[in-house]
């Protein structure tokens, strides 16, 4: 079946570094692609996706492409700020109104 | 956009009471619904899918007669906790999938089984 795998947590940065989060996945077909942001205590929301291979996922500074070749969708945002600490999961669906499988979730925190 | 209204967001129950999770969805029509329990600092895990006018599908392991699913209509369905004990203490959430504005969450619900 469909599986995400991304890396493990908890990440600590400093305020204005890099950030990369790392996704691979394993699907049979063409999945569609995201990142969900969680912040402490709340649901899940949207932060960007892509539906094919080749496509950029944008939001808030972040970034993912989609890599059909490497079966990726790597999360990046070249300056983080404290605001963004929170818990970050990568997704995968199938076409049509199919459930999200979700990775394990990768926790970020941002000093000052 | 879209909205899936889920409510309460958070409850507190004692062992043994049943306690009903609503997912509404406010401007449009829902007919399905994904239901999702995560653990503490943990990922989601699928536990149900409902259909509107049909029985739920569960995922294995989850135990159906203790986590009702109710989809009676095209803009809500419910999640019922039975006889709830600690080890169901959870966050619930709802997810309801679209063509026009993809998946959309509820905003969950924290249960604490005492």
């Known amino acids: 079946g469909n599986s995400v795998t991304q890396m493990e947590g908890p990440v600590t940065l400093s305020e204005e570094a890099f950030l990369t989060i790392n996704c691979t996945y394993t699907?049979?077909?063409?999945?569609?692609l995201f990142w969900y942001v969680q912040y402490p205590g709340e649901g899940l929301q949207l932060l960007l996706k892509?539906?094919?291979?080749?496509d950029k996922g944008s939001n808030k500074g972040f970034e993912a492409t989609y890599r059909k070749e490497t079966t990726s969708f790597h999360l990046e945002k070249g300056s983080v700020q404290v605001s963004d600490s929170a818990v970050y999961f990568c997704?995968?669906?199938?076409?049509?109104?199919?459930?999200?499988?979700f990775g394990k979730g990768t926790r970020l925190s941002v000093i000052a | 956009g879209a909205v899936v209204s889920q409510h309460p967001s958070w409850v507190i129950c004692k062992s043994g009471t049943s306690v009903k999770i609503e997912c509404r969805s406010l401007?449009?029509?829902?007919?399905?619904m994904f239901w999702y329990r995560q653990f503490p600092k943990q990922s989601l895990m699928l536990m149900a899918t409902?259909?509107?006018?049909?029985?739920?599908?569960?995922e294995q392991g989850v135990e159906k007669d203790k986590f009702l699913i109710n989809h009676a209509s095209l803009t809500l369905s419910t999640l019922t906790v039975t006889s709830a004990h600690p080890e169901d203490s959870s966050f619930y959430i709802c997810?309801?999938?679209?063509?026009?504005?993809?998946?959309?969450f509820g905003s969950g619900t924290r249960l604490t089984v005492v």
């Open positions: 997704a995968l669906s199938d076409p049509g109104n199919t459930p999200l499988v």
């Open positions: 699907a049979t077909g063409y999945p569609s």
């Open positions: 892509a539906t094919k291979a080749d």
């Open positions: 401007d449009f029509q829902a007919t399905t």
């Open positions: 409902s259909n509107e006018g049909s029985k739920a599908t569960y």
């Open positions: 997810n309801a999938p679209g063509q026009t504005y993809g998946y959309t």
